[in-house]
């Protein structure tokens, strides 16, 4: 799987994979990357099997994608009044 970008005159970068299933796969790799320099970071954390380290990466995907949604709709008044400048504050608290 290759994934490829390239840059347009205003330097937009616009992402030619057009399969959803292409682009889960990446985004399940980015993800199982971050958690495997985590745990090697982190003295916290650790898995003990790829089993474990695939679990970690399927629920953590499943928060980022039930749990962004919700929190925005519940602070969407704050979002209105803070002029947008509130997500910078709530999308860091999903990870």
Do not use: E
Not at 76 to 86: A, D, K, R, S, Y
């Amino acid at each position: 799987m290759i994934f490829i970008a390239r840059a347009f005159p205003r330097g937009r970068v616009v992402c030619l994979m057009k399969s959803p299933l292409g682009q889960l796969l990446v985004r399940w790799m980015i993800l199982a990357l971050g958690v495997v320099i985590a745990a090697h970071v982190v003295p916290g954390i650790h898995y003990n099997d790829p089993v474990a380290l695939f679990l970690a990466v399927v629920l953590l995907s499943f928060f980022n994608a039930i749990l962004r949604p919700v929190l925005i709709l519940f602070t969407f008044p704050f979002i209105l009044v803070t002029m947008g400048l509130g997500i910078v504050v709530i999308m860091p608290s999903c990870f």
